[in-house]
């Protein structure tokens, strides 16, 4: 009896160039034969916790509520800043009733009577918004901090013991969550869906730099327990003709400097000190976030101006509650405008040249240290990112080049299941790379750009998107002075 139809399998931090036979040549070899997405995107910022959520929702950020991976959210508590993690998520739950403004999947999947199971060897954060009902929905989420439902973490821990230490590279978490999807998920609890998050090569990176020895050794790492996964799927006959999916949640670049921005706001005077609440800033790698005090549009206005001095300021972003400033374009044109928007949402300034190792794409950063890698911004080598897939529902043996994205993640799924949600997303079916559907060329691409400018300061910048239907995919934003 076959009970799994897709399994998604997500290499946290995964750039497109690294799937190459040398580096990859499981994920290399499975996709050749299946189907590539040469043009995918993250959405903005291109952080996990944020394109996670948009990957099981098939919503942007504005529309699922979760704005990066560290926040202030006004509704839970205006005055505070912090990193989106499980046991603050379960607080928000706890206050609000829901985490999400949007359905996930597993509540989707729930609702046609089927199990969305979710096992990662993430930060509880990402895992915990993968599918933040499930201890209700009948799927689960396994992560080596917390489980849901609750009670599953005895029945794992007899049956596999507790969990290896986290290392860098983090060999041993990534064969436990393949051993657990294999060994107990699939034979036991017949998910319709499954997940499985490995966490490199984004710790990886983030320890060592992008193309240095850790991350190379953590790619090849996890391309052996993929390479272990696809087989032992082939082999069950539960979910021997499953679609298996290959996704990342952003691309990376390296730091070339790290700014402390509040102290930069503090030593010309826009803010007087640490405590100031004036304006509070949350920290996202390539990107910082700015919550004005009651959105106070005067106090916005001087924090802008101020910004668009810096060398380091790339493009800026305002919600609707700020209104118009001349030289910013609207966080609606990013998928960010909504309840929990922050009042300025600015990228650094980035650019194309390589690293040490190689690599293209320099940034910026609010934390790490120079060399390291980094994500967060809207640059192309951050927002570009890894898409793939193959199985009997998707086309054989061709790169898709039309634009798709983390949005497109759940359309695709439920579009594959025959499941019809009455659920509203932001993403579309990528039919283009299903069988019998249609062909790429087919596609109609629409590709505009946005420039705005500051005649006070000189401040100068472009969005670029690329568009199918309604569905808007941000290929980048650049300073140009």
Known sequence: MITMKVLVVSFDGLQPSQINKDLMPNLYGYLHDGVTFSNHHAVYPSVTRINSTSMFTGRTPGSHGIAANTVVMRDYDPTSVFSV???ILEEIRGKLGDVLY?????????EAGEKFIAVGAGTTGNSFLQNPNAHKNGGAVVNP????????????????????????????????CVDMMTEYFIPEIDPLVGLIWFSDPDKSHHADGVGNEIGTAAIRFADQHFGELVKRVRDNDKSKDADIIVISDH???T??????VRKELITVGLLKNEDDDSILIAPNGGSALFYVKNSDNAITQKLVNTLMQYEWCGPLFSSSKIGEIEGVLSADLIGIEGPRCPDIAMSFQWNSEKNKAGYPGMIYSTGGDVDLGMHGSISKHE???????????????????TPTGNIDLTPTILHILGINSKTSFDGRPIKEALVNDINPDEVEVLTTEHIAKNSETGYSQKLVISSVGGTNYIDYAERNS
């Open 255 to 260: 730091i070339q400097k790290v700014i402390d």
């Open 383 to 401: 927002m570009n990112n890894v898409l793939g897939a193959f199985g009997p529902s998707f086309k054989k043996g061709i790169s898709c080049s």
């Open 102 to 110: 949007a359905k996930n999947i597993g509540d989707i999947l729930s």
């Open 251 to 253: 691309g990376y670049s």
């Open 85 to 87: 993690l499980q046991p």
């Open 145 to 176: 901090d917390f489980t849901l439902p609750y009670d599953l973490e005895k029945t794992l821990i007899a049956k596999f013991g507790e969990w290896p230490a986290e290392v860098v590279p983090n060999e041993k978490r990534l064969k436990r």
